[in-house]
């Protein structure tokens, strides 16, 4: 077999097709792993290479919902948003060390490219400065600028003090924002676990209210109403329990206080994650129910955040959870309309233009570099190193015998 550069190999994890194989023979598989790289590669890129070259702006096209309600203001807000819902995706993986040479190379690139866009965007002179306090909708694009950090404390340390400053006083500056009353309050608590988690002054009572509201808003069988009504969508997923989770990691080593919610918390997960691992059909599909359908593979946050946490229940084995997500990322991004000059587009399969929502701009379907999770765990991990195993879906439509599923009320 001939040798394969490393520059060759690197341009293959960037969504190029090169593979070391002689003439006449089939091209070389590529592990799941490798495949997702190259789909987060190809999704994050224009992103986070035109922030550090301080273009964003200028590149990024200017795309909103066809039901968008105030145009002129979702575009003023559409660069925060795609900054927070990347980074918040790929973070575990910027946190990790080590793996091939080619990965490694890789994440060398995208931590050069996230620590001067980060500078970029805080700098009040640089073209892609970026304002936190325009708007409302400033508040949730915060809040995932700050699980971010949350999740790769090596972001918060490599970004240098002088920005650690001006991140402190952007996130800040959202607290002038009133949450809507449902999922909206996880995003101020998570700004003000953000300040805790780097020894700043924070506010106890936003992050209390919002745990102790979504008490009030559990409803059963591992799901929340998100605010005052249930609705049968992915709001669960998106939101409430990565956020939830992330709140316990840094609130539990603060307050003991906590400690029977957050046993009922972790329940929940575990059940909740039971009924996202059920959603996911053989091919890879889906329910295309409620708002923010857009948010492609999103829709899995909740799952994938398990994953990468190893809480996994134990009837999910982590290779059968990577298969199923496997198979939602190559569902929801084969499309050839996918994207449009390097954009995702706005749509579940391809371009669907109808399912977009009244707030949904070029930088909201982003949310969906979420189910990329896992690539924080090692290669050597079980997740990434198990066997190919069939998923709940498959088992059941293949025919075989499997134990039946019932609801649990975990109050």
Partial sequence: MRKISTIALVFALLGGTVYAQKKGKPKKQLSDRQVWLQQMDRMVKPVLYNLAKDSLRLVMPKVTSVHIDNKEHRIKVQYVEVLGRVLSGIAPWLQLEGGSTEEVALRKQYREWVI?????????????????????????????????????????????????????????????????????????????????????????????????????????????????????????????????????????????????MFGKIRKRNERYAVIQERLINTDGTYPATGRSIVYRGGAFHHLADMAWRKALPEQLSPQQVRCALTAVINKTLESPSTYKNGWLTIGLYGSQPDLGDFYNNQGSPYICTNIFLPLGLPASDPFWAGAPAKWTAQKIWSGEDFPNDHSQSLK
């Fill in 116 to 260: 001067q866009g980060m500078t970029n965007a805080l700098d009040s002179n640089a073209k892609d400065f970026m304002n936190f306090d325009i708007g409302g909708q400033q508040l949730v694009d915060a809040s995932y600028v700050a699980i971010a950090f949350i999740r790769a404390p090596w972001l918060w340390e490599n970004l240098g003090k002088k920005n650690q400053e001006l991140l402190r006083k952007s996130i800040l500056t959202t607290r002038r924002f009133k949450p809507v009353f449902s999922n909206w309050l996880l995003f101020s608590a998570m700004n003000e676990i953000f300040l805790a988690k780097f020894g700043y002054e924070w506010d106890n009572m936003r992050v209390d209210y919002a745990l102790q509201q979504m008490e009030q808003w559990y409803v059963g069988d591992g799901m929340y109403s998100d605010g005052t009504s249930f609705a049968y969508d992915y709001y669960n997923s998106y939101v409430i329990h990565p956020f939830l989770a992330s709140l316990m990691d840094v609130m539990g080593k603060k307050d003991r206080a906590y400690e029977n």
